[in-house]
């Protein structure tokens, strides 16, 4: 077995404190450029006079409305912002009272000290005195980003974190299992700032066991800037999972049930104790759920110079039983007014036990029966995952915009056991029964540490700038062994062993300036790579290489009701250990699915242009040119025969072209309309399986989101999707989409909550494809326990009191919440 360290190749990985001199020194002389800023101050109160402590104020620049800066009140009412000189407006807000908004003011050097500002009660909330909890909208459309806040919806309640993704607002999920973002794959996920190092269908596994009781938000970023890894190249989903933010001793208990054809249960506990310095929390949830995998499949099989053209019919059946536990416990320290020193523990352990039944018919060029046969695969599936989390962060000043320093050091590990007994009954030949027994075991390391570096520019400008150091190491093995007639023998030829190890060493600056009708923001993005990926038995594969990452965005305000933001990024997709692996993993007697490992990268040129209407209705222009993409592939085995495998591939190239449209509408004081649109088409080129491809088709989602408030404290949601058919590589999809609804009941003076939701109502989510080759193809239909019914339980315990904002720079616990000061 071949063994690969970074310091065989010549370069040896910076260690953590050389990283943080790195971006001291990278930035030191342009910090010494700082300005100096002013400030405007303030007192926030009540209609009565009383101090109002935690509202929300916000500096807004006076032509177009732009957010430069946000900050709480302190338990005097008071508070106070610093920005440079220029025109102005300030809003303030609290939960039960309505929105202020002051006069436009010119901040001057001298700094200004507004008028005493009065929130005046809103008649809604002003019946229940302070005791009314804030509701975020569902969707948020940001300059970068959508933003969906799944924590209030009541569509949530017993759901899965891919069952969410699923309805957020440009995502599909493919027939396989891979995730899309406005018509394009290829996308970088990360759960708490934290890289999930999955993809297809483990990633999809994954994302099954993860309650989606425990998100807070999802974040769609379809060209994110130098600061993110550029591992992504439609993109980044960032999944924020709950934290409470109460102060004292808190917590919440939750439980529901859900009912398709199999029954679906969750619970989970959060604890969070927080005082002036200190935040103990963790948090537990238990997931039961059973289920359903209807696979159908019909295949045609060309003739070849030592087998005659035949088709066969399969029918699989599987049932499922998902057990997942997740958990959380943390522990922030503020050592000082501007240190931080935090540790964090995460884990989930799923474990899903399945039986596959398959009935398979095999027919000559004449349509006569020339094989029947059926099997029963039993497999159990284990995943235990553990992470770890050390992290630092410290302003230099007490301002905002003063310099800062974080790190990160990052540890987590992924084990995967399979056990598979494949059991194969011959009906026609009349053959003695086989067995095939597997045992299938992964562990997955990722260390990581970085560091990252801001400060504040004259002429409104910031600098951020940073590096990483990211290892990888991936340990396989796999055993079959063969039982017929009583005896039982290894079969080397699909036993072995693959380890895969990634260093990526990265660096990245980026200058962002603001004025009062545009946004510049530049970076560049450095990451050198070395992999290795080796077989028992085979050469090792052995890659390095170094590449730049340029981003740009460029945002302007036309008018009051008119702006428009232009940006590009260049961005990679590296195989995964698993799109590497070459050991198989059999889902029946005729097929099976194994990764390539003689997979390239694909990396993709990205520009967007984005028109934003009354800062609320946005249309995107997106135009991407991707070399050497990675597509699933249905092919016919090398073993000969009938056999399928199904593995990723690389194509020559890919062209897509998408429009997006987004528009919220308030169609009444109780009913929001949230609609997006995404037209695109994609085309592909290259050759597979001896099989020429430049073909493309046009094609669309659809998504609604339609929000009640209604009275007596019920809420309600109805939400539809539609993805149209479309090419992606060999594969035409057809139409499908959903329906899903729900309402909830706020109780006990808004300390629980009711819900009750159906999802897939008209159970509209099967899905069909076909793929062609010149010598074989295969149409497919796959249908899921999708139409479920659920009702939960919340209660929420303890202070209701919300500790106020503090302000930290980003790291990698806020990698992907990043937004421009």
Do not use: C
């Not at 809103?122 to 300059?143: C, G, I, M, N, Q």
């Not at 919806?153 to 995502?171: E, I, K, N, Q």
């Not at 669309?700 to 590589?729: C, K, M, P, V």
């Not at 193809?777 to 009191?801: I, M």
């Amino acid at each position: 077995m071949a063994h690969f360290y970074p310091a065989r190749l010549g370069f040896k990985p910076l260690p953590t404190l050389q990283l943080l001199w790195f971006s001291v020194l990278l930035t030191a002389p342009l910090t010494a450029l700082a300005q100096q800023r002013t400030a405007v101050s303030g007192t926030v109160g009540s209609s009565t006079g009383a101090p109002i402590e935690y509202a929300t104020v916000t500096l807004h620049r006076a032509a177009d409305s732009t957010v430069v800066k946000t900050e709480f009140s302190n338990g005097q009412g008071a508070f106070r912002l610093e920005a440079a000189g220029g025109s102005y407006l300030v809003s303030a807000v609290q939960v039960g009272y309505g929105r202020y908004w002051s006069p436009a003011f010119e901040l001057t050097a001298e700094g200004l000290t507004l008028p005493g500002i009065k929130l005046t009660a809103s008649r809604v909330t002003a019946l229940k005195e302070v005791k009314v909890t804030a509701r975020k909208p569902l969707f948020e459309h940001l300059a970068d980003r959508t933003v969906v806040n799944v924590a209030d919806s009541p569509l949530s309640a017993g759901s899965t974190t891919l069952d969410v993704l699923s309805r957020a607002p440009g995502v599909t999920v493919s027939t396989g299992d891979v995730l899309g973002l406005r018509g394009r794959t290829g996308l970088l996920v990360v759960i708490d700032g934290k890289r999930t190092p999955l993809t297809g269908t483990e990633l999809a596994d994954y994302l099954r066991s993860l309650p989606a009781e425990q998100l807070q938000s999802i974040e769609l970023i379809t060209n994110p800037p130098a600061q993110y890894d550029a591992q992504g190249g439609a993109g980044v989903i960032a999944i924020n999972l709950k934290k409470d933010q109460r102060l004292g001793t808190n917590g919440s208990v939750n439980a529901g049930y859900g009912r398709g054809e199999y029954g679906k249960f969750t619970t989970g506990l959060a604890l969070n104790h927080r005082r002036k310095n200190l935040n103990v929390y963790g948090n537990y949830a238990y997931a039961d759920r059973r289920g359903f995998f209807r696979h159908n499949f019909n295949r045609q099989y060309a003739e070849s110079a030592l087998l005659p053209a035949a088709s066969s019919v399969l029918a699989n059946e599987q049932l499922t039983h998902l057990r997942s536990h997740t958990g959380k416990v943390g522990l922030d320290v503020n050592l000082s007014k501007r240190t931080t020193l935090g540790i964090s523990a995460s884990g989930l352990a799923s474990e899903t036990n399945s039986r596959t039944a398959n009935n398979t018919q095999l027919f000559g060029a004449q349509g006569e029966t020339t094989s029947r046969f059926t099997s029963l695969a039993d497999q159990d599936l284990n995943r235990p995952s553990v992470a770890a989390n050390l992290y630092f962060r410290h302003a230099f000043a007490d301002s905002a915009t003063a310099r800062t320093l974080s790190a990160d050091a990052d540890i987590a590990q992924y084990r995967t056991t399979r056990l598979l007994a494949l059991n194969t009954y011959y009906e026609q030949p009349a053959y003695s029964p086989r067995l095939l027994s597997g045992d299938q075991g992964t562990t997955l390391t990722i260390k990581s540490v970085k560091t990252d570096f801001s400060a504040p520019l004259p002429y409104r400008a910031r600098l951020e700038a940073g590096a990483k150091v990211t290892r990888i190491i991936s340990d396989n093995n796999v055993a079959f062994v063969r039982t017929a007639n009583g005896m039982s023998a290894l079969d080397p030829a699909i036993s072995n062993q693959f380890r895969y190890e990634e260093n990526v060493n990265a660096a990245y600056v980026s200058v962002r300036r603001a004025t009062s009708k545009s946004t510049l923001q530049a970076g560049l993005r450095a990451e050198q790579t070395n992999t290795l990926a080796a077989t028992v038995g085979s050469t090792s594969r052995e890659r390095h290489y170094f590449q730049l990452f340029p981003s740009a965005l460029l945002q302007r305000t036309l008018n009051e009701r008119h702006g428009l933001a232009l940006s590009v990024a260049r961005r990679i997709d590296r195989p995964s250990y698993g799109q590497l692996n070459p050991l198989r993993a059999y889902s029946d007697a005729s097929s099976y699915r194994a990764g390539n490992p003689d997979l390239q990268l694909q990396t993709s040129y990205n520009i967007e242009l984005t028109h934003m209407y009354r800062q609320k209705f946005s249309t995107t222009l997106t135009y991407a040119q991707t070399d050497q993409p990675i597509v699933s592939a249905v092919q016919l085995s090398e073993d000969g025969g009938r056999l399928v495998v199904n593995r990723d591939a690389n194509l020559k190239t890919q062209h897509t072209y998408s429009l997006a449209l987004d528009a919220p509408f308030e169609l009444a004081k109780w009913w929001t309309l949230n609609a997006n649109g995404v037209v695109y088409y994609s085309r592909f080129q290259g050759t597979l399986a001896g099989t020429p491809l430049d073909r493309g088709q046009p094609a669309f989602t659809l998504a609604a989101n339609n929000s009640f408030g209604l009275s007596n404290g019920w809420t309600a949601e109805l939400n539809g999707n539609f993805q149209s058919g479309e090419i992606w590589g060999f594969e035409v999809s057809r139409a499908r989409g959903q329906v899903a609804a729900g309402v909830q009941k706020s109780l006990w003076e808004k300390q629980g909550t009711l819900r009750l939701n159906m999802a897939d109502i008209f159970y509209t989510m099967p899905g069909r494809a076909t793929s062609t080759y010149y010598n074989f193809s295969e149409s497919f239909r796959v249908a899921q326990d999708t139409r479920v019914v659920t009702a939960s339980l919340t209660y929420r315990f303890g202070n209701s009191k919300v500790a106020a904002a503090r302000k930290r720079t980003v790291g990698a616990d806020d990698e992907l919440r990043r937004a421009g000061q």
